[in-house]
């Protein structure tokens, strides 16, 4: 007779409810990792992850206005204003793409021009400017022929930044659409668009009607209207342009012989083999070859950046204290046109005098003035050159003291954000900053040189 061990109620039930413990653990676990990993996706490609708190307002505005019907569509005015403070697109400008919602096609332009035509074979005689489904529209080059040109076009895509210079922050073509409806209740919104400027960066939300615009006649006595206007707004983000910074920042100042160099990598080492020297030939053959993706050829540096950023503590005076602001080229491919430069300082509020650099505050918040921009003069520094011996500028800026806040301990006297050409440059760890030498340390250093003055001495004396 086989013996059996007689089973305890108790324990059974202990082990059940350990074991419907576990799996429940083991649920909310894997249900906290979905929702962390979903939070994760959300902020990266949402878009939010396009915020930037020193240009919270900052964004590029596409404007149509539907100024006239046709036989079988519309005329439109296409503006685009770049309501960024500090980011501009530079050479080679702007790339705008869209999916029509019909069978829409594009007769005619002005002041711009579509890549490819596409297939327009069904169409017999009069053939249009593009039949593509999906257009790519670029500006047109400057000193075009006059009846090719349009208000704000024609500038090669660049646009200046609203904060530099508004009047430049603008491009406008006009565009004949046909096979598309020929009333407010027919005509059917573009979907899909995309900004090139001219990378990647840019997300653009959908069309959307607004109040027609109104416009005034040239006496400016009489107001006319859009028959129809909608608004596509771009955001930018520097994580979606690149996955390494653009930019790096060093440090250096009077009080210590120790310059605090970009971090090692900053902007990634991953092409450090493609990177040529300074005395290479090669760099003669490709000194400012300008590509369509901007693809830089970089000098072979400890951080591979193609900008690094100096900012150097030069003098201290009684109610003063004098900075010098140094920006190095080490692009061979590439001339940086109107720069900006933005740092955030907390004595930015405090600006005397700044020498060879524009400089306009910046303030976001009506009640805090540490964010300014740097930008060249015009016609003097507003091109910063490629690498070489005149790729860099220069210039210093005189700073009041605020005696109640003012100190250079911990790092006070150094910017705490950097922003070039609208990208954040990478920092030095604060470990790494300039420090003031400390006062008892240097007591405790040159006490020995007195004791061996003080015996020099009483020799002397005695003998």
Same mark, same amino acid.
């Given at each position: 007779m086989a013996f059996t061990e007689p089973v305890n109620p108790s324990n059974e039930r202990s082990t059940i409810i350990e074991s419907t413990y576990l799996q429940n653990r083991?649920?909310?676990?894997?249900?906290?990792?979905?929702?962390?990993?979903?939070?994760?996706?959300?902020?990266?490609?949402?878009?939010?992850?396009?915020?930037?708190p020193l240009d919270p307002n900052g964004n590029i505005t596409i404007k149509w206005d539907i100024v006239s019907w046709t036989a079988d569509g519309y005329v439109a005015s296409v503006t685009m204003n770049n309501f960024q403070m500090y980011r501009h697109i530079m050479t080679p400008g702007w790339t705008l793409d869209w999916v029509w919602a019909k069978k829409e096609v594009i007769w005619s332009m002005v002041g711009a021009q579509t890549t490819e035509q596409g297939d327009c074979s069904k169409f017999k005689g009069n053939v249009p400017h593009c039949c593509k489904k999906n257009p790519t529209v670029v500006d047109l080059l400057p000193g075009v022929p006059y009846? =090719?040109?349009?208000s704000n076009c024609c500038k090669g895509g660049v646009m200046a930044s609203? *904060?530099?210079?508004?009047? =430049?922050?603008?491009?406008?073509?006009?565009?004949?659409? *046909?096979?598309?409806?020929?009333?407010?209740?027919t005509v059917k919104?573009?979907?899909?668009?995309?900004?090139? *400027?001219?990378?990647? *960066?840019?997300?653009?939300?959908?069309?959307?009607?607004v109040p027609p615009t109104v416009y005034l006649t040239a006496d400016r006595r009489r107001k006319t209207q859009a028959l129809m206007t909608w608004n596509v707004t771009c955001t930018y983000s520097q994580i979606l342009a690149r996955k390494n910074p653009n930019c790096c920042v060093s440090f250096s100042s009077f009080y210590n012989d120790t310059i605090t160099p970009c971090p090692t990598c900053a902007c990634g080492c991953q092409n450090k083999k493609n990177c040529i020297q300074s005395s290479d030939p090669k760099v003669l053959r490709e000194i400012n070859t300008t590509r369509k993706d901007n693809t830089p050829l970089l000098q072979c540096t400890h951080h591979m950046c193609?900008?690094?950023v100096h900012w150097h503590v030069k003098l201290n005076y009684k109610a003063y204290w004098r900075v010098k602001i140094a920006i190095t080229n080490f692009n061979y491919r590439m001339n940086y046109t109107q720069w900006t430069?933005?740092?955030?300082?907390?004595?930015?509020?405090?600006?005397? =005098?700044?020498?060879?650099?524009?400089?306009?505050?910046?303030?976001?918040?009506?009640?805090?003035?540490?964010?300014?921009?740097?930008?060249g003069m015009k016609y003097y520094n507003d091109l910063l050159m490629e690498a070489g011996q005149l790729g860099n500028v220069q210039s210093e800026v005189l700073l009041e003291k605020d005696p109640i806040t003012f100190?250079?301990?911990?790092?006070?006297?150094?910017p705490r954000k950097v922003y070039f050409?609208?990208?954040?440059?990478?920092?030095?760890?604060?470990?790494?900053?300039?420090?003031?030498p400390n006062s008892a340390l240097a007591n405790l250093s040159s006490f020995p040189k007195l004791v061996a003055s003080l015996l020099f001495l009483l020799m002397t004396v005695r003998w």
């Open positions: 083991l649920q909310c676990h894997a249900f906290l990792r979905f929702i962390l990993v979903t939070l994760f996706f959300v902020m990266i490609f949402s878009p939010a992850a396009a915020y930037d009846n =090719q040109q349009y609203w *904060g530099q210079d508004p009047s =430049q922050a603008i491009s406008a073509f006009q565009v004949s659409v *046909g096979q598309s409806g020929t009333s407010n209740k919104l573009p979907k899909s668009f995309t900004l090139l *400027g001219p990378g990647l *960066g840019y997300t653009c939300g959908p069309a959307k009607i193609p900008i690094r430069l933005v740092m955030q300082h907390p004595n930015l509020n405090n600006v005397t =005098q700044v020498f060879s650099f524009d400089y306009k505050p910046l303030v976001p918040y009506q009640s805090i003035n540490d964010t300014g921009m740097f930008y100190t250079f301990k911990q790092g006070w006297a150094f050409n609208g990208d954040e440059c990478m920092l030095p760890q604060p470990d790494a900053y300039p420090f003031l």
